[in-house]
């Protein structure tokens, strides 16, 4: 330690900001200028671009959230302790971790189909995991220095508990960094009031807010593509990814206003006297929905060849956000497009290359392709499959007493970044005996 001391400022805080986050945490008590440092938002800042530049640093994580079948336990594990201990290819160890959320953070609401009390992801940004309970509450969460920061809760959310008094009065959240200021903000996007006139429904626009991490507020903004005209466009609860200023979800497009109509006729048959057979019409209503984090605006694309495929979940490819596809369980191939480096609303989607999985899969949670790592995360019947599309390798993970249809997953990786926002202390004398 002395050592460390003498050395260039500028060269200790390298030094520092490269090391892994349990030890950051164990240096801060060392005395309390490294503390100071540590603590600081511009170091943190520096540790995740070093871990992101680093090539030969630990593999990311993988979050798994989980429906435990067992409501008799207040135990609610976002992922098994013992997950490691399979009977398969030891030489695919990704690290997996148990978090566990307190329960004064008032997450957990009871499903009024299932019974099943839900903590969902939301997103995942430089070491910090967004978590909610598709209502009021927002929980930001980092594993690595066990912080947690319950946010406020907004008139905006309380208004759209009143318009959806039960189930979910929030249709997506997400979490991401405004690169050009290192501002951390969270967006959601809430349900609105529908009103009913004789045999039709009006279903009004979403409304959309954001809390930055800065001014400890929220505040609403406007929809933009989201009102499409005639049309809503609705991004799905699932979870979003956060990738170079961009939140990305999964949606899809709706009418404002649906009539007691029983099928849906093309123009020729409602011209032709209702004499023939209806033809049924498919509407390709699946969208990919960006909100860009610096200027908080969002947008609407469709997903490449989107009315082909079932099973959609976005993913990194390289440097840049991707999409993968599949058809159905029967069709074992999954489709990785890769959006070109324009991202968000002006992107150009490209079919990168296709995944055949040597093993059963029924659906894909998540895959990255970064940084050596070539991982797709996957359901089979009854367990959760990693498997390595480069390396052919697979590892099952034991999930009894699980619900898989409701398991979600997602890659990060550790940091130092506070959830409780920006802590402005500049790097200059803190290595200084206080």
């Known amino acids: 330690m002395g050592e460390l001391s003498k050395l260039p400022q500028e060269m200790k805080v390298q030094i520092l900001s490269r090391l892994p986050p349990k030890s950051l945490m164990r240096f801060k008590c060392v005395r309390r200028s490294w503390r100071a440092l540590i603590s600081s938002s511009n170091f943190a800042a520096k540790q995740v671009s070093a871990s992101k530049d680093n090539k030969l640093s630990s593999t990311a994580t993988i979050l798994f959230k989980r429906y435990v079948l067992d409501l008799s336990t207040e135990r609610r594990d976002l992922c098994n302790d013992d997950i490691n201990r399979v009977d398969d290819d030891d030489n695919l160890n990704i690290p997996l971790e148990d978090l566990h959320v307190p329960l004064p953070m008032g997450l957990k609401r009871r499903d009024i189909w299932t019974g099943i009390e839900c903590i969902e992801l939301a997103c995942h940004c430089n070491g910090i995991i967004c978590l909610t309970d598709y209502r009021k509450r927002v ?30 009065s929030t249709a997506a959240v997400g979490f991401g960094c405004d690169l050009k200021c290192e501002e951390y903000k969270i967006v959601r996007v809430l349900y609105s009031a ?182 797709l995360v996957a359901v089979d019947k009854s367990v959760v499959v990693l498997y390595d599309y480069i390396t052919k390798k697979v590892k099952y993970l034991p999930v009894n007493g699980v619900s898989l249809w409701s398991t979600q997953a997602l890659f990060y990786e550790y940091s130092v970044v506070s959830v409780k926002g920006c802590t402005d202390c500049s790097d200059r004398n803190l290595f200084q005996e206080a």
């Open 139 to 168: 929980v930001l969460c980092n594993p690595a220095i066990k912080e947690f920061n319950r946010l406020p809760v907004s008139s905006l959310a309380l208004s759209a508990v009143e318009h959806k008094p039960q189930g979910s």
């Open 194 to 375: 529908r009103e009913f006139h004789d045999n039709d429904i009006v279903i009004h626009p979403p409304r959309a807010e954001v809390y930055s991490l800065a001014t400890k507020c929220w505040k609403e903004i406007k929809v933009g593509d989201l009102d499409n005209g005639s049309k809503n466009v609705w991004p799905d609860s699932t979870v979003s990814i956060c990738f170079k200023g961009y939140l990305y979800w999964r949606g899809h497009e709706d009418e404002k206003e649906y009539f007691d109509v029983p099928l849906s006729y093309t123009d020729e048959d409602a011209n032709s006297g209702g004499e023939e057979t209806p033809t049924f019409v498919y509407e390709d209503k699946e969208r990919i929905i960006s909100f860009d984090i610096e200027s908080e605006t969002f947008h609407v694309m469709r997903f490449p060849n989107g009315y082909y495929y079932y099973h959609k979940v976005f993913g990194l490819w390289k440097v840049s956000i991707a999409v993968g596809l599949s058809w159905c369980a029967d069709y074992q191939c999954v489709h990785i497009w890769v959006l070109d480096s324009n991202g968000g609303a002006e992107g150009s989607w490209i079919n990168c290359f296709a995944i055949e999985p040597t093993v059963y899969i029924e659906f894909q949670l998540a895959f990255v392709g970064t940084r050596g790592q070539s991982i």
